[in-house]
Each structure stands twice: as C-alpha cells, then as structure tokens.
C-alpha cells in the first residue's frame, strides 16, 4: 500500500534553533517527492521537489534530503523564524499513472516561539 | 505567488442547503483538482478535471459534484449540506503539458472552511 509518514507529528522549538522534520515513504514507483508549507488557514505552498537522482535541494533556510534507496526524505530548517510556524507536509508523486498520483503525509506542526 | 482564488473563505450553512464552492485560477492550467482536509489530517482528493468538459472523482468518494465548463473556472457544489461535510476544502492547479517536472508542481487557492450545522 502506498503511504507517507512523517514524523514528529508536532515540534516545538525556539526562534534561531535549527530542526529536522522526517518522511518515510512506501509509494512505487517513485517519480518525485516535495515538501509543501501550509500556514494556518491557508493552501499549500511548495517549497522543494526532488526527483529520484537529487539527494538534496536547498530554498533559502531550507534544505530537503532523499535517499531513494530507503526511501526517507527530511527537511532540514536553519536559524528557525516566527513565520516558519506551520504545517510542513511531504507529497510523493508515483509514475504509474498518467494523473501523477499525489501521496500526501499527515503533516508536521512546527510551533517556533520567541 | 499562485493567482488561485476560492470563495468564499468561510461558510456556515444550515442543514439541506445547496452550496457552491468557486475555485477561479489565471494561470491557464489544465488540470485543475479539489481536495479535502481534515485538522491534522492528510489531503484527499475527492475530484479532478483534465481540461474544459473533463471531470473525474478522486480517491475518497465525496457527494459533492464539479463542473468544468471553462479553464479558469471549477467550481464545487453540495446540493444538500449535512454536519459530515464540514472540513476545509482545497482547490488547486497544475500546468498539464508534457514537459517537465516542475510543471506538475500544483498550486493550492486559500481553501474553503466549511461549517455545516
């Protein structure tokens, strides 16, 4: 069965700390995996993509990681700021289909306080 | 920024009623999908259309029917709302040519949150 789960399911860490979120993956076959942000009361934004020859791809204090081969990614946040506080979900696309079937992970809360 | 647009933001309805969520994107996408999303849960993707006159159910069976009568138009309609309805619903696009990845990426609208009493 096809499923993404990510871990912690909450964080909560203090403005300037760095922090990890982690995703495991089942989905096959692979085409590509994005971490998205969602803020309170809003839709989804992308923040990563990565296909399966990237092991990693950087957006400013973010940086996504993926081993194909255990099939886990993380996304690793650098000097945290009040407006990360959001939703981190992690979306695995597989190649079986011509939709590009979308795997969507729970999600991770991250709170930073100040 | 993603020029997505749903209405309205909020909504809360009384049992029976007929409602409309509209989804207006400006991108000239194809491919346009609503989702629904439960706190703390994952998205599920209830409809998805491939173009003008396409539309398909998703994987969690909704009673929520979609037209597709223009490109930038994707409307979602409830004709009796009941309190197993509430959620927030997402609207979202994405680029449906052939080429590359990053075109798959889809670009969410704000969501609906929707109260059914």
């Known amino acids: 069965k096809n499923q993404v789960e990510q871990s912690p399911q909450s964080l909560i860490i203090l403005e300037g700390k760095n922090c990890t979120l982690q995703?495991?993956?089942?989905?096959?076959?692979?085409?590509?995996l994005r971490w998205y942000k969602q803020d309170t009361g809003r839709g989804p934004v992308s923040l990563t993509i990565m296909t399966f020859s990237e092991n990693t791809k950087s957006n400013g204090r973010y940086t996504a990681t993926l081993d194909a081969d255990t099939k886990q990614s993380s996304l690793h946040i650098t000097a945290s700021q009040l407006s990360d506080s959001a939703s981190y979900i992690c979306?695995?696309?597989?190649?079986?289909?011509?939709?590009?079937?979308?795997?969507f992970g729970r999600g991770t809360q991250l709170t930073v306080w100040p | 920024e993603a020029d997505i647009y749903q209405t309205p933001r909020y909504l809360v309805i009384g049992t029976g009623k007929k409602i409309t969520l509209e989804c207006s994107q400006t991108?000239?996408?194809?491919?346009m999908y609503w989702y629904q999303q439960d706190p703390g849960m994952e998205l599920h993707l209830i409809h998805y259309s491939y173009g003008v006159n396409s539309t398909e159910k998703g994987d969690l069976s909704s009673e929520s029917t979609v037209s597709r009568i223009r490109t930038e138009h994707f409307p979602l309609t409830l004709e009796s709302a009941r309190p197993s309805h509430t959620s927030q619903y997402l609207c979202?696009?994405?680029?449906?040519?052939?080429?590359?990845?990053?075109?798959?990426?889809?670009?969410f609208g704000p969501g609906t949150r929707l109260l059914v009493l």
């Open positions: 979202a696009s994405s680029f449906g040519g052939l080429a590359g990845i990053n075109q798959e990426t889809q670009y």
């Open positions: 979306v695995v696309s597989d190649r079986g289909s011509t939709l590009g079937r979308l795997y």
């Open positions: 991108m000239g996408h194809d491919k």
């Open positions: 995703c495991n993956y089942t989905v096959s076959p692979f085409s590509n």
